[in-house]
């Protein structure tokens, strides 16, 4: 039988870190002696670093906005986000996982938001998890309701409406109220290719390796015959292997060849981020590196699996492939057992494969 979450350690962790905190912050100890500086405007953007990618142009308009009415804007990111925050030039602060669940890296993280003097919060998350808003005495805090957590609405003073569908479309939606203009799903598409001076160079192959969740990476062995039709198709072309994270090493090693160049682990975000910009065209699972890839407008073929409402498919722009299971066009071999993503994602046969490939590199 299942623990009622009330009976969790966890939980009771939590709610008693966060009572104590509701304690200090009704006998305002909060509130110190430091000089205060000018007020301030906290975006909020605490999730992983491909929401932040979809949500860039977003920011960008936000902060082009408000920096008319606010000297200082901080971005407050995770360690998901924040060296991709850091290589686009935004002034952001990193929280940490200790802050959000440590009660002395807590009560000093609140401490360190108090003495920014906010005087607005924009919370971007699709999903907000952490409720340090109930902290802050500021008079607007703004975000997207939260479909997931709903007691989350309530610490805000105005909330934007969300879907469960395409990401892009609660961009929009946030925008259209905000600005209270209308906007189009390409008006909010990110352009993170304008942030660079020179030119796309469009030469390689560049493949994403691994995702957030073993359900998202496609089985090793179904990877390697894409791997060969490419190589088939267009020898000339050389692949690069990139990503990071123990499993995503194991997975690459196997791909690994003489026109296939392992760079798993190798490179930091920004040189990854060079090695997407350069390439022809870029392959992947739904990860980060796919959005970012989708920020830079590349021409791009991404697996995703048998999900009902996929919210990051970007195949409603030109240049993206996304890839499904189809029934009607199941390979021959059929992976049924795999530690690696779901019987459709496995199964989405070489010919489906084949054809994207064909229909991108040969696209000018």
Do not use: W
């Not at 605490?46 to 902060?63: H, N, P, S, Y």
């Not at 939606?173 to 990110?190: G, M, Q, T, V």
């Not at 046969?349 to 084949?354: D, L, Q, Y």
């Amino acid at each position: 039988m299942k623990k009622p979450k009330f009976l969790k350690t966890s939980y009771l962790k939590q709610e008693i870190r966060e009572f104590l905190i509701k304690i200090l912050f009704l006998l305002n100890c909060f509130e110190g002696n430091y000089k205060k500086i000018e007020k301030s405007l906290l975006i909020s953007s605490t999730d992983g670093m491909g929401d932040a990618v979809v949500r860039q142009k977003l920011l960008d308009m936000i902060v082009e906005k408000e920096s008319k009415n606010y000297e200082n804007i901080f971005i407050l990111a995770s360690k998901n986000s924040y060296e991709f925050f850091k290589i686009f030039g935004y002034n952001v602060i990193l929280r940490s996982d200790n802050e959000r669940t440590k009660l002395i890296k807590r009560i000093k993280f609140i401490k360190k938001l108090t003495k920014l003097n906010i005087d607005k919060v924009i919370h971007l998350e699709f999903d907000i998890q952490d409720e340090f808003i109930r902290y802050l005495k500021c008079k607007e805090k703004i975000g997207f309701h939260n479909i997931y957590h709903y007691e989350t609405n309530k610490l805000l003073t105005r909330v934007i409406k969300m879907g469960d569908k395409y990401v892009l479309e609660d961009c929009v939606s946030f925008a259209n109220e905000y600005f209270e203009k209308s906007f189009k799903l390409e008006d909010l598409r990110p352009n993170l290719d304008k942030k660079f001076k020179d030119e796309n160079h469009n030469h390689n192959i560049v493949i994403g390796v691994g995702a957030n969740s073993r359900k998202k990476i496609i089985d090793i062995n179904r990877m390697k015959e894409y791997v060969n039709k490419i190589h088939e198709k267009y020898p000339e072309e050389d692949i690069i292997l990139i990503g990071k994270g123990k499993l995503e090493l194991e997975i690459s090693k196997q791909l690994e060849g003489d026109s296939t160049k392992n760079l798993v682990n190798k490179l930091t975000l920004q040189e990854s981020l060079n090695e997407i910009r350069k390439a022809k065209l870029y392959i992947g699972n739904d990860s980060g590196l796919y959005n970012l890839a989708f920020g830079l407008n590349k021409k791009i073929i991404c697996f995703f699996g048998g999900e009902k409402n996929p919210r990051f498919k970007h195949n409603k722009f030109k240049d993206i492939e996304v890839l499904n299971y189809d029934e009607n066009k199941k390979p021959k071999n059929i992976i049924s057992e795999s530690k690696y993503g779901t019987y459709e994602l496995n199964n989405i046969s070489v010919k489906i494969f084949e054809d994207s490939l064909i229909k991108l590199i040969e696209r000018s």
